[in-house]
């Protein structure tokens, strides 16, 4: 906070004869309050106040030096309107009434604006408050030095700040631009971010084959992809990527355009799950299209001011560029290096040697390239589809008609929940008349009790309590009248509404319901590449409902007997797809891909002609 200058405080402006001040404790705070205000937006409207309140005037406004002469930009109070944007040639004129003012009392005084002056003018009505004391133009000469010492610091302090945003850039130019490698790259421009954002979770995505994954998180070395926050972080990057604009959410609990709750309306859940209140999308992209994403979340609500927007978004911009050189450097040729090699042995060995051993450096690197880096061989899964892992079918305990049925085709229910309710007409009637007979004996007893006639009164005991275990019997019944789900499912059964009036008999199935929590996969694999899938492989998917979400699963079995579709022998294959949430139903059709053993990158290119050689091999001399 800046210091208040003493003089501001005790000596009055040149020529003004000293007069006890109005308000001394209230000119004081006015002036703290300017001189440690640190927004220039603030301290104008804050002098304006200021001067109301202290010189009890009706009008308050700000002029400043425009193409030779006084321009008032902003004005409160009496004629605020009338003079917003007025001119007036110099301070000798606005210290007197303007057009339009009659009756009024006016004081105007320079304003400091650094090498500039402008005026600080304030009026009142004449009858009610009186000319103008020597006392109060002192005070509004005071104001006016105290919002002068104000506009300066903030001057000084926004230069010093472009200074350090300069200095800042330059060093995060220099730290990408010093490493092609991708990962490195990549971990540099998160990292840096956090130098010019408060942040609390930074991440950049890359954009590759349609697909768009978290490569790098701010604080981190590595990065793990079975992260739940990170793969709902990964899904909004994808959105925001698809956008193909940067987008800033201020607050989550308070949307402040279309775009905000449109991203809401989508992640609104996943980023009160996250503990996010406000986020920064910057896509990475040029003219050949979107590289990535650069993601800023925080659980501060509007975390970037636009000046660290704006570093953030140069920081993007520098990104974009490390990254296409960068993915550019990576790339590793697929031509025919050693055929070219042959090709033009002549002239390699007239090269220098230092060009021919660099040459030679090359080709080891794409050599060992295509042969000793591994990743898993993706097996296509075909026709897939989703089926409930258990079923269990509902069946009465009690013989009845079917009166109502509870829940709707494809509804979700839970343990316990009545689906069923059977006519129970007969069956109340004859509890509650076993109950009134109980009753009545208990009542019989009573009397007997009364008379001393003890037989009675024993054998009427014994009646009613075989009666009450009659109606605790008949009670069970009835209450079997209602049959509830055994376990959590979908009901399975189609237009179960329509068994309303059928007759239901104990023990056989009516409806069925199926377990969501793990779905089962089905789908077939080409004879060819049976023998590489495995018990256990890895299976990911994607269905058309979540275009944008990865899910996985494991192979559970695989079937002995092919199946002949449409002339290619396949071989049918299951795997279990845990559901969490019950995203995915029965019935979805998916595109699903099994993971099999790693395979390098020659290993499959002459996969298919080596199998098509063996078999022409085996057919010729077998």
Request: proline fraction near 6%.
């Amino acid at each position: 906070m800046a210091a208040t200058d003493p003089a501001l405080l005790a000596t009055p402006a040149a020529g003004v004869p000293l007069t006890p001040t109005p308000g001394t404790d209230a000119l004081f705070a006015a002036i703290l309050e300017l001189t440690s205000t640190l927004d220039p937006d603030e301290i104008e409207p804050k002098t304006l106040r200021s001067a109301l309140a202290l010189l009890a005037a009706e009008g308050a406004s700000i002029w400043i030096p425009y193409e030779g002469t006084l321009a008032c930009p902003v004005a409160v109070g009496q004629n605020a309107k009338q003079l917003g944007g007025s001119r007036a040639p110099s301070l000798d004129e606005l210290s007197g009434p303007l057009e339009g003012e009659e009756n009024v009392a006016v004081l105007a005084v320079p304003l400091p604006r650094g090498e500039d002056h402008g005026a600080l003018r304030v009026t009142r009505d004449l009858a009610a408050g009186g000319p103008f004391s020597p006392g109060e133009r002192d005070a509004l000469h005071r104001l006016a030095a105290a919002a002068g010492v104000a506009l300066n610091n903030v001057k000084r302090i926004q230069a010093n700040d472009r200074a350090k945003d300069l200095a800042l850039v330059m060093e995060m130019s220099r730290e990408i631009a010093s490493t092609l490698d991708l990962d490195r790259v990549m971990r540099s421009v998160v990292n840096l971010a956090m130098r010019a954002v408060p942040f609390d979770r930074g991440a950049i995505a890359l954009y590759e084959r349609g697909t768009c994954d978290i490569r790098a998180v701010a604080g981190a070395e590595t990065v793990d992809p079975d992260d739940p926050e990170l793969q709902d972080l990964a899904v909004r990057a994808a959105w925001a990527a698809g956008v193909g604009q940067s987008f800033y959410l201020s607050d989550r609990t308070d949307p402040a355009s279309d775009a905000e709750r449109v991203f809401l309306q989508i992640f609104g859940d996943d980023l009160a799950a996250d503990g996010v209140m406000s986020g920064f999308f910057i896509p990475l992209k040029d003219d050949e299209g979107v590289v990535g994403i650069l993601v800023l979340e925080s659980a501060r609500p509007d975390f970037a001011t636009p000046r660290q927007q704006e570093l953030a978004t140069i920081l993007a911009h520098q990104a974009t560029v490390a990254l296409r050189n960068a993915q550019l450097y990576n790339q590793v040729p697929l031509a025919d290096a050693l055929g070219a090699l042959q090709a033009r042995k002549q002239a390699l060995l007239a090269m220098p040697h230092r060009r021919r051993m660099l040459i030679a450096a090359a080709v080891l690197v794409a050599v060992g390239s295509l042969t000793l880096i591994r990743w898993p061989l993706r097996v296509d899964g075909l026709a897939p589809v989703f089926r409930p892992t258990a079923r269990a079918e509902i069946r009465p305990l009690t013989d009845g008609i079917i009166e109502r049925v509870l829940v709707r085709e494809g509804a979700t229910v839970t343990r316990g929940t009545p689906i069923l309710q059977l006519r129970d007409t007969e069956l109340r009637a004859a509890y509650e008349a076993a109950l009134a007979s109980a009753v009545a004996a208990e009542r019989s007893a009573a009397a007997a009790a009364s008379r001393g006639d003890a037989a009675e009164e024993r054998l009427q005991r014994l009646r009613a309590d075989v009666l009450r275990r009659e109606a605790s019997v008949r009670e069970e019944h009835l209450r079997a009248a209602t049959v509830r789900s055994p376990v959590t499912g979908i009901l399975l059964t189609p237009r179960p509404e329509e068994r309303v009036g059928s007759w239901a008999d104990a023990g056989l199935p009516v409806l069925v319901i199926g377990r969501m929590d793990t779905l089962e996969l089905e789908f077939g694999v080409d004879q060819r590449d049976i023998g590489r899938v495995h018990a256990g492989d890895e299976v990911r998917l994607r269905v058309d409902a979540f275009p944008q979400r990865t899910f996985r699963g494991r192979v559970s079995a695989l079937s002995s007997v092919a199946l002949d579709s449409a002339g290619t022998v396949v071989f049918p294959v299951r795997a279990l797809v845990p559901n969490d949430g019950a995203p995915l139903r029965p019935g979805m059709v998916a595109y699903a891909r099994v993971l099999t053993a790693p395979s390098s990158l020659l290993g499959r290119a002459v996969r298919e002609p080596a199998r098509r050689l063996r078999l022409l091999w085996w057919r010729m001399w077998s």
